[in-house]
């Protein structure tokens, strides 16, 4: 691996037998096809993750693709959230104004940005209204990353329309798709193995880390990352941690970023407060090397939100060889396989007796996190993802030379 | 499951063996079921290419669950229906017997209408409808070309595990090549019948496409044995 990133051979001892040499051959019938991909921002959120790691790739196997990231007036942050919370189904003020000012930058940026390429691909809500500048030519894909399937009734009439000017949607889950006029394909999210959230960790360095963290390696570790907000339900997880606690010896981590008001934390601190085995960590702003630091000193994980998107800090547990124990909230179901890879729980005395279930047979703890990092070797990593990115783009293109513009 | 062309066609029965593997598009379908009925009916509309992708197609996704239900119909009457009865005789659908997408849809229509005459009641409601995909094959060459059968056994071994889907499930299943790719060639080219016998027999639906093709590599070992020894 070189100081640019990993290329698509240093995948070649992780992801599954003969996979690279597939995508190889598959890029070569797809060379010189031009592809931009839109999104709000070049920092933080789910298409930006991605699109770090697809963008250089597909450019060294021969797809010249662009990333182009919006430019927002002062307001349109504002606007933005508030658009993206309504989709998501959380009921935002979403005045005729701030779709004003949606439409209008988008409309702006649909000038200034270089968008005629075989393939358009806008990334989530800010984006959307992109298309109503498209010109002919070229197919128009908009990727939704998050939960589609209740928006607000009021933002989602809005920007509706827009959704069926584009050739095709594409969804993480079917169970995050609306209902569409146009073409709608499932793509499941990834995560890259050589990251630095996912790499592999000498224990030297683990333990170290583990040490800078304050979490002592004393006892089994239950570990669960995410926000501190309810919807985390980080005290559901104490209270499963609670019920395992009068049977076996064992330490629970809660780890996320520092969160902007105090709210769950000040409780998740209060019960901490009174048991020595229950460790809060805050996480830096680029917390990557430490997720992984916990993730790999985990015995068990746990991940129990009562709402989520894809939830991809599940398939990223699981590369690390640890039994997930997860909600059936989201895309988490999709990605524990229960009873082989971990379980799906729907309480907090389910995750317990599931907890308690695997303390008590350790050798399932091992043969089951064997088994989930298998199953996200074959369908989670991102190798499988830019084998979907390049058979959508052949599919929505044409054949090799059927659709390739300006030849 | 429709496909595009991205390669000449498959390669036909006739030396070298062209490996191909294939990637997949993913496209939801608009018919969505709710209930049993719901399900008889949109089993019965929906093109052959969703049946094809939630039963035969089930490889590509399958979890690694040794007693994971066959298709997508039976693991969704258990977990969302919580119809076990119903799962089990869904499960019970063989493609593999049935040799023919058409096959499959009639023993689905058939299997929920007797059992939809035995209810008693009112079809049960679920959490998750059943949700209808299709996909779009797109075959690729894997560069992987063999003349003989330790050529076709080096190939197999390092293929993507796609190209056993495409030549053994795709090609029996949905485009009814007889007994798949891989068993016509060592037929009809190499000359080994018997051979050809034991692979066409390998049921594709025993685990997951690396066990089918560990399967594969065992009978084909076994046969280059036999070839050393004679």
Same mark, same amino acid.
């Given at each position: 691996?070189?100081?640019?990133?990993?290329?698509?051979?240093?995948?070649?001892?992780?992801?599954?037998?003969?996979?690279?040499?597939?995508?190889?051959?598959?890029?070569?019938?797809?060379?010189?096809?031009?592809?931009?991909?839109?999104?709000?921002?070049?920092?933080?959120?789910?298409?930006?993750?991605?699109?770090?790691?697809?963008?250089?790739?597909?450019?060294?196997?021969?797809?010249?693709?662009?990333?182009?990231?919006?430019?927002?007036?002062?307001?349109?942050?504002?606007?933005?959230?508030?658009?993206?919370?309504?989709?998501?189904?959380?009921?935002?003020?979403?005045?005729?104004?701030?779709?004003?000012?949606?439409?209008?930058?988008?409309?702006?940026?649909?000038?200034?940005?270089?968008?005629?390429?075989?393939?358009?691909?806008?990334?989530?809500?800010?984006?959307?209204?992109?298309?109503?500048?498209?010109?002919?030519?070229?197919?128009?894909?908009?990727?939704?990353?998050?939960?589609?399937?209740?928006?607000?009734?009021?933002?989602?009439?809005?920007?509706?329309?827009?959704?069926?000017?584009?050739?095709?949607? &594409?969804?993480?889950? /079917?169970?995050? *798709?609306?209902?569409?006029?146009?073409?709608?394909?499932?793509? $499941?999210? +990834?995560? @890259? #193995?050589?990251?630095?959230?996912?790499?592999?960790?000498?224990?030297?360095?683990?333990?170290?880390?583990?040490?800078?963290?304050?979490?002592?390696?004393?006892?089994?570790?239950?570990?669960?990352?995410?926000?501190?907000?309810?919807?985390?339900?980080?005290?559901?997880?104490?209270?499963?941690?609670?019920?395992?606690?009068?049977?076996?010896?064992?330490?629970? &981590?809660?780890?996320? /970023?520092?969160? *902007?008001?105090?709210?769950?934390?000040?409780?998740?601190?209060? $019960?901490? +407060?009174? @048991? #020595?085995?229950?460790?809060?960590?805050?996480?830096?702003?680029?917390?990557?090397?430490?997720?992984?630091?916990?993730?790999?000193?985990?015995?068990?994980?746990?991940?129990?939100?009562?709402?989520?998107?894809?939830?991809?800090?599940?398939?990223?547990?699981?590369?690390?060889?640890?039994?997930?124990?997860?909600?059936?909230?989201?895309?988490?179901?999709?990605?524990?396989?229960?009873?082989?890879?971990?379980?799906?729980?729907?309480?907090?005395?389910?995750?317990?007796?599931?907890?308690?279930?695997?303390?008590?047979?350790?050798?399932?703890?091992?043969?089951?996190?064997?088994?989930?990092?298998?199953?996200?070797?074959?369908?989670?990593?991102?190798?499988?993802?830019?084998?979907?990115?390049?058979?959508?783009?052949?599919?929505?293109?044409?054949?090799?030379?059927?659709?390739?513009?300006?030849? | 499951?429709?496909?595009?062309?991205?390669?000449?066609?498959?390669?036909?029965?006739?030396?070298?063996?062209?490996?191909?593997?294939?990637?997949?598009?993913?496209?939801?379908?608009?018919?969505?079921?709710?209930?049993?009925?719901?399900?008889?009916?949109?089993?019965?509309?929906?093109?052959?290419?969703?049946?094809?992708?939630?039963?035969?197609?089930?490889?590509?996704?399958?979890?690694?669950?040794?007693?994971?239900?066959?298709?997508?119909?039976?693991?969704?009457?258990?977990?969302?229906?919580?119809?076990?009865?119903?799962?089990?005789?869904?499960?019970?659908?063989?493609?593999?017997?049935?040799?023919?997408?058409?096959?499959?849809?009639?023993?689905?229509?058939?299997?929920?209408?007797?059992?939809?005459?035995?209810?008693?009641?009112?079809?049960?409601?679920?959490?998750?409808?059943?949700?209808?995909?299709?996909?779009?094959?797109?075959?690729?060459?894997?560069?992987?070309?063999?003349?003989?059968?330790?050529?076709?056994?080096?190939?197999?071994?390092?293929?993507?595990?796609?190209?056993?889907?495409?030549?053994?499930?795709?090609?029996?299943?949905?485009?009814?090549?007889?007994?798949?790719?891989?068993?016509?060639?060592?037929?009809?080219?190499?000359?080994?019948?018997?051979?050809?016998?034991?692979?066409?027999?390998?049921?594709?639906?025993?685990?997951?496409?690396?066990?089918?093709?560990?399967?594969?590599?065992?009978?084909?070992?076994?046969?280059?044995?036999?070839?050393?020894?004679?």
């Amino acid at each position: 691996m070189n100081g640019t990133g990993p290329k698509l051979d240093d995948y070649r001892a992780v992801a599954p037998r003969g996979s690279v040499d597939f995508l190889l051959r598959i890029a070569d019938r797809l060379r010189g096809r031009r592809v931009v991909q839109v999104s709000v921002s070049r920092y933080g959120g789910a298409p930006v993750e991605i699109l770090n790691r697809i963008v250089p790739i597909l450019n060294d196997l021969g797809i010249e693709t662009s990333w182009e990231v919006l430019l927002g007036g002062t307001d349109f942050d504002a606007t933005v959230g508030a658009v993206s919370k309504g989709l998501a189904g959380v009921e935002q003020v979403v005045t005729e104004v701030m779709l004003a000012r949606l439409h209008a930058t988008c409309a702006s940026n649909a000038r200034r940005l270089p968008l005629d390429a075989d393939l358009v691909v806008t990334h989530d809500a800010p984006t959307l209204l992109l298309v109503d500048g498209r010109s002919p030519g070229g197919r128009w894909l908009w990727r939704y990353h998050g939960d589609l399937s209740s928006p607000q009734p009021q933002v989602w009439n809005a920007l509706r329309p827009f959704v069926d000017k584009y050739d095709a949607a &594409v969804f993480s889950a /079917p169970r995050f *798709a609306a209902p569409l006029a146009t073409r709608r394909f499932v793509v $499941a999210p +990834s995560i @890259d #193995p050589l990251s630095e959230r996912n790499r592999d960790m000498a224990r030297s360095e683990q333990s170290r880390r583990l040490e800078r963290l304050g979490v002592p390696a004393d006892k089994p570790i239950l570990l669960q990352v995410g926000p501190f907000d309810r919807l985390r339900d980080p005290l559901g997880v104490i209270n499963a941690y609670r019920l395992v606690k009068m049977h076996y010896d064992v330490r629970l &981590v809660l780890a996320g /970023p520092s969160p *902007a008001s105090g709210g769950v934390l000040m409780e998740v601190q209060e $019960a901490a +407060s009174h @048991d #020595p085995d229950i460790t809060v960590v805050l996480l830096p702003p680029d917390p990557q090397t430490d997720l992984n630091t916990l993730e790999r000193a985990a015995t068990i994980v746990l991940q129990k939100p009562l709402f989520t998107d894809f939830g991809g800090d599940v398939a990223a547990a699981m590369w690390k060889g640890k039994p997930v124990i997860g909600s059936v909230a989201g895309g988490i179901p999709s990605q524990i396989v229960s009873t082989v890879t971990g379980y799906a729980v729907e309480t907090v005395e389910g995750a317990g007796f599931r907890i308690r279930h695997l303390l008590g047979n350790p050798e399932l703890i091992g043969r089951m996190g064997a088994a989930g990092r298998e199953h996200i070797r074959r369908n989670f990593l991102i190798t499988r993802h830019l084998g979907d990115y390049l058979a959508l783009l052949a599919h929505l293109t044409g054949g090799p030379e059927g659709s390739r513009r300006g030849t | 499951m429709t496909i595009d062309r991205l390669d000449s066609p498959a390669a036909p029965a006739h030396p070298p063996f062209v490996f191909q593997g294939c990637v997949h598009v993913c496209e939801m379908m608009p018919q969505e079921a709710h209930d049993t009925r719901e399900l008889l009916e949109s089993i019965k509309q929906v093109p052959a290419e969703s049946i094809f992708c939630h039963t035969s197609a089930l490889l590509v996704h399958r979890a690694p669950q040794p007693d994971a239900y066959p298709n997508d119909f039976a693991l969704w009457a258990d977990l969302e229906l919580h119809d076990r009865r119903l799962a089990e005789r869904l499960a019970a659908v063989d493609p593999f017997r049935l040799g023919s997408i058409e096959g499959v849809r009639a023993e689905l229509v058939s299997t929920v209408e007797q059992h939809l005459q035995q209810l008693s009641g009112p079809p049960p409601h679920v959490g998750e409808p059943f949700r209808f995909l299709l996909y779009h094959v797109v075959p690729v060459q894997t560069g992987h070309e063999a003349r003989t059968l330790r050529e076709f056994r080096d190939a197999l071994t390092e293929v993507d595990v796609s190209t056993l889907f495409f030549h053994i499930v795709d090609a029996r299943y949905r485009l009814g090549r007889g007994r798949g790719d891989f068993a016509e060639w060592m037929d009809t080219v190499l000359g080994r019948p018997e051979l050809a016998e034991l692979l066409g027999h390998i049921d594709p639906y025993a685990g997951t496409l690396e066990r089918v093709r560990d399967r594969h590599l065992i009978a084909l070992n076994r046969a280059l044995e036999e070839d050393g020894r004679a």
